[in-house]
């Protein structure tokens, strides 16, 4: 409660935070009333861009272990709807895919991340590809299909359902960021030494952490599939929609919690178009990825931080260092 | 036993350019300290450089070597020369600059990948090479196995000579063990690095040439060859060479015996238990450090 508080009421920056929020939802929730059918499937979208992205950040930006299981999570709550989708109703099957996303990501955490370094993001690289295999193969043995019909949902109610996996995701990584544990792994981060000598239990944090960044992913599948009506591995476990996530929080600015967001829908509606416009789209995020690394460390958001930190100081303000 | 004669000479045949692979990006990641995403579309480049001049004006395929290998490793070099030295520049540490150049390699990645697929489409392509049967103690290999086997083998031999024989071999060693005593020592550091990285990418040219006698490719297959490499390195040690080439050699048999006894689609899959109880075991690989 406190901390609840902390985040949302004590400071007037706090306050105009939880307003923004607020608002943003209340509108949001009265968006399909006026819209036309498009708009909320495309805002659904948007949404689950997002969430990958703060998701992806709240381990990965903190940590600096880059997690590239993103694909994994997110393709394994695809196939729970795929499978369990007709016997319940849509918010059980999500909360469900989140909880299978935190234990398979919990499973992992526990087997790499007890050993520092790069090992962690090489095992996770490969993840997508090795369920996308292992679907592929159980499904030639023993269901002998490929792919698999999922109910679909009205476009509306998916929208009422990603919203509300948004919200919970951005109020509980604002919470959680304030908190011992968000600190604890932000101490991670910066010396990984430093936090163990300190008193943190460095692996059940980071695991933990990275569990519990799963979930949304695995929410977000669920809910989403449903709007495709069908699912196949290869839909599912796409290597690509691993890289997204990344590519939005470099993009956006990881530093940050709203840098991701404003990423992902920089990303999204940038994505959209160009699909329907020119079929060298990965070049031109390839190039993105590259100069955005090169020259803006930290994305568009810190720009625009260090921007307004200049005009209001008079130097451009190192906000984030090592402590 | 003729099933285990097949499966061993075959699993040798396809863990040799395994073994190449994984090579070329344990010397990327072992000196030039980059776990190189796009490794696998550098072998994808050169499959298709070797395809198109075959197919077109007929030449061996094993000429494509020569002109392969020197144009993968005149781009990988220009790369690191270019981008990955900037971002060393960048980056305070040298955990910083491990993540921001596996972001870069990925950002290369999408480029290359893409540039091919739009030029060459994501049909499987190959090409009849050595199409012939060749009996070994009572079993039929394809000859192409064989001649892949022993061409692999070569380069191996002659990368391990080069490394513990020459003058910039010793270096590049030397680098790796310990880069700031190395550059004290008089090693040109950042040259090292970068011709480090070229030789990665020189060998997955070596790679890819050897592919495209054995089996189709596809302008979508890179992904799946960077994660065998990895896996391969992982199993040998990090930036162990001698890790690299056993690794190769252990996953290729596995990898046949799996495709033999279960299925091909499971491979990747059964790689990936391997590496999940050694990282439970042991996490420093076969060979490493």
Redesign the interface.
């Known amino acids: 409660m406190e901390l609840v508080k902390k985040v949302f009421w004590e400071t007037k920056a706090a306050k105009i935070q939880a307003l923004a929020i607020l608002a943003a939802f209340v509108f949001m929730m009265f968006i399909p009333s006026f819209s036309g059918a498009y708009p909320p499937l495309f805002l659904a979208w948007v949404m689950t861009y997002c969430t990958l992205s703060i998701s992806w950040t709240f381990f990965s930006g903190k940590t600096?272990y880059?997690s590239l299981a993103t694909a994994a999570f997110y393709g394994l709550g695809m196939y729970l709807q795929a499978v369990i989708g007709r016997e319940f109703p849509l918010g059980v099957t999500i909360l469900l895919a989140a909880l299978l996303a935190f234990g398979v990501g919990f499973g992992i955490g526990l087997?790499?991340l007890r050993?520092r370094?790069?090992?962690f993001?090489?095992?996770t690289?490969?993840?997508a590809?090795?369920l996308n295999?292992?679907f592929?193969?159980y499904e030639?043995?023993f269901t002998r299909t490929k792919g698999r019909f999922v109910k679909t949902f009205d476009n509306d109610m998916v929208f009422y359902a990603v919203l509300i996996v948004f919200i919970v995701t951005l109020v509980a990584i604002l919470l959680m960021n304030k908190s011992r544990f968000g600190l604890s792994l932000t101490c991670i981060g910066q010396n990984e030494d430093s936090a163990q000598h300190i008193g943190v239990n460095t692996t059940l944090t980071k695991v933990l952490a990275f569990a519990i960044s799963a979930a949304p992913a695995g929410a977000v599948g669920a809910a989403m599939i449903s709007t495709v009506g069908y699912v196949d591995p290869d839909l599912a476990f796409r290597?690509l929609a691993s890289?997204f996530p990344?590519?939005m929080a470099?993009f956006g600015g990881m530093f940050s919690t709203y840098g991701p967001i404003v990423g992902a829908v920089i990303f999204y509606v940038l994505q959209d178009y160009l699909l329907r416009t020119t079929?060298?789209?990965?070049?031109i995020?390839?190039?993105?990825?590259?100069v955005v690394?090169?020259v803006l460390?930290k994305g568009i958001f810190g720009l625009i931080d260090s921007m307004i930190a200049k005009k209001q100081r008079g130097y451009s303000g190192e906000v984030i260092g090592?402590v | 036993m003729d099933t285990f004669l097949l499966i061993l000479i075959n699993g040798c045949a396809m863990g040799s350019v395994y073994a190449l692979m994984a090579m070329g990006l344990s010397t990327q990641y072992g000196v030039a300290r980059i776990l190189n995403i796009s490794h696998g579309e550098f072998i994808v480049l050169a499959a298709f450089i070797t395809f198109v001049v075959h197919t077109r004006t007929g030449i061996h395929p094993l000429i494509c070597l020569l002109i392969a290998c020197p144009l993968v490793f005149a781009i990988s070099f220009l790369l690191h020369i270019t981008l990955f030295k900037r971002v060393k520049k960048i980056s305070p540490n040298m955990g910083v600059f491990e993540g921001n150049a596996i972001l870069v390699s990925f950002g290369i990645y999408f480029i290359v990948q893409n540039m091919i697929q739009s030029s060459m489409g994501s049909a499987p392509h190959s090409f009849p090479f050595m199409m012939y049967p060749y009996t070994v103690g009572g079993v039929n290999i394809a000859a192409s196995s064989v001649f892949v086997m022993v061409i692999a083998a070569i380069i191996c031999v002659a990368y391990s000579v080069f490394l513990s024989q020459t003058r910039l071999g010793k270096s590049i060693r030397a680098a790796a063990q310990d880069p700031q005593a190395a550059s004290l020592l008089g090693v040109k550091i950042n040259r090292i690095m970068a011709i480090c990285f070229g030789i990665g990418g020189l060998l997955a040219a070596c790679a890819g040439v050897l592919i495209t006698m054995r089996e189709p490719f596809s302008s979508v297959s890179g992904i799946g060859y960077t994660t065998i490499a990895i896996i391969i390195v992982v199993l040998g040690g990090l930036g162990s060479v001698k890790g690299a080439i056993l690794g190769g050699f252990i996953m290729g048999i596995a990898g046949y015996a799996i495709s033999t006894f279960v299925d091909s689609v499971f491979m990747i899959s059964a790689f990936y238990m391997i590496i999940m109880v050694l990282l439970v075991v042991r996490p420093k690989g076969l060979m490493g450090r």
């Open positions: 600096g880059i087997i790499t050993l370094g790069i090992y993001t090489i095992f690289f490969g993840l590809l090795f295999r292992f592929h193969w030639g043995v290597m890289f990344v590519l470099i079929n060298l789209y990965m070049v995020f390839g190039t993105v990825m590259v690394v090169l460390p090592d």
